[in-house]
């Protein structure tokens, strides 16, 4: 494990607050926000730029919902997480996982090994930024290997919580032990580009689960559920104002 102190004081705080968070969830619980409709339209644009035959790392794979069902969609998927209770819960839901123990800033690989990177809503938690974990994915992807990720983005939403958290005079987008950033599109596109990679798409994504943050009337009974009115508030807003109310960029770059 790379020492806490190269990456900032809160390096090794956040991850023992997924630990924490971790314990407190389940795979159950993940898969149903993995098969919401948000969820389920992210995934089928990924899949069209995965290869069916490569090997696929998801970097920060948590309780492993992306892995399952990247998995049942017929791809080889390994997994990888710097939380061990995370992939301890996971192969307690399925042993048959390949799951490994390890930091995205030194991955158990050779250059060149693998064909696909996904991460997702990893690399805004590291204080130090992003630059060092897409340099280490850009290593071990093959020349053409497909890299994707989702990011948080500073929407409308984000910007008001930031802001009442100002007035406030509590810190804001992150507290005292955990780690959160977001990136604007050229910050995310920026990141890529100097790592190495071309961009070949960054799309605005789940535009209800942006309006899930309001509250009230956009949230559903149950884990993170958005309602019907957020689904249908949500399709407008990503016709008619994509990236104001964007919760997650999907990036899609080329090694």
């Not at 090994?113 to 093959?142: I, N, Q």
Request: no cysteine; proline share 6%; glycine share 8%.
């Amino acid at each position: 494990m790379i020492p806490p102190e190269i990456f900032g004081s809160r390096y090794d705080s956040t991850r023992q607050a997924w630990e924490d968070i971790w314990d407190s969830a389940s795979v159950e619980r993940e898969l149903e926000t993995a098969r919401s409709k948000r969820a389920q339209e992210t995934y089928a644009i990924i899949a069209s730029y995965l290869p069916k035959n490569g090997l696929i790392l998801e970097a920060g794979s948590g309780l492993s919902a992306a892995l399952l069902t990247f998995r049942d969609m017929g791809y080889k998927v390994i997994g990888l997480d710097y939380a061990e209770n995370a992939l301890r819960i996971s192969h307690h839901y399925d042993p048959t996982l390949p799951l490994l123990v390890g930091d995205v800033h030194a991955l158990p690989h050779p250059d060149n090994a693998l064909d696909a990177y996904l991460s997702f809503g990893v690399l805004e938690h590291f204080e130090h930024g992003m630059g060092p974990a897409l340099a280490e994915a850009y290593r071990v992807l093959k020349p053409g290997g497909i890299l994707v990720l989702t990011i948080p983005y500073p929407n409308v939403v984000n910007r008001l919580v930031a802001w009442r958290r100002k007035r406030s005079g509590v810190t804001v987008l992150n507290d005292d032990d955990f780690f959160e950033s977001t990136y604007d599109r050229a910050a995310l596109e920026g990141n890529a580009h100097a790592a190495g990679f071309t961009v070949l798409r960054s799309i605005p994504t789940s535009h209800a689960y942006t309006l899930w943050g309001l509250g009230g009337p956009f949230r559903a009974p149950g884990y993170y559920r958005v309602s019907g009115l957020a689904e249908t508030v949500g399709g407008l807003l990503a016709r008619v104002l994509p990236w104001a109310f964007n919760f997650s960029t999907l990036l899609i770059a080329r090694k």
